[in-house]
């Protein structure tokens, strides 16, 4: 469980680390037309966390399963198969859905101040679930409502997703033409 939050924890440091003190014309800088800037990757990951943290909220809130989490943590069913497919070498790109699809123009100021803030909810949000079952309580996808996942699985995927485009958003800085 506590690599949960560690994991989270560094894709803050990360991002803080490397987009903060870059300017609205960098941030907002798309590499091609149909790519995303640094912007729309981070307000991407900040509309996917939304939806996990009321997700997992209404499983706090609604007196979740709870379990001391002994023992060790697995990966199962379709959790499992989407986790690894982010994970491979070369990991399957998908489609963004219409309405996780960030606009192209961006305040970068808010758009940061958003990300450092759900970043660090999500932290909270990991020392919160550490007495409800990671197995037993599921939560429904972000992208398609009939699809569930354990807990432990949704978890370990947003922070998999997070940063897979706080990677992507590293790849826009070393592009050829990035503002200087």
Known sequence: MSSFRTEAATNTTFAAKNFSDLNDAQLNWKPELKRWSINQCLEHINITNHHWTLEITRV???SGKKSDNVGEYHRTGFGAFMIR???????????????????SLLDSKKVMNDFI????EWENMMDRIQEYDIVKNRVHSP?????????????????IHTKRHLNQAMNVIKEEGFPG
């Open 60 to 62: 706090l809130d609604r």
């Open 85 to 103: 497919s982010l994970l491979t070498p070369k990991p399957r790109k998908f489609k963004t859905v219409k309405s996780f699809d960030p606009p």
């Open 143 to 159: 992208f398609f409502n009939l699809i569930k996942y354990r807990l432990g699985n949704a978890i370990e995927l947003n922070n």
């Open 117 to 120: 803030n759900f970043q660090k």
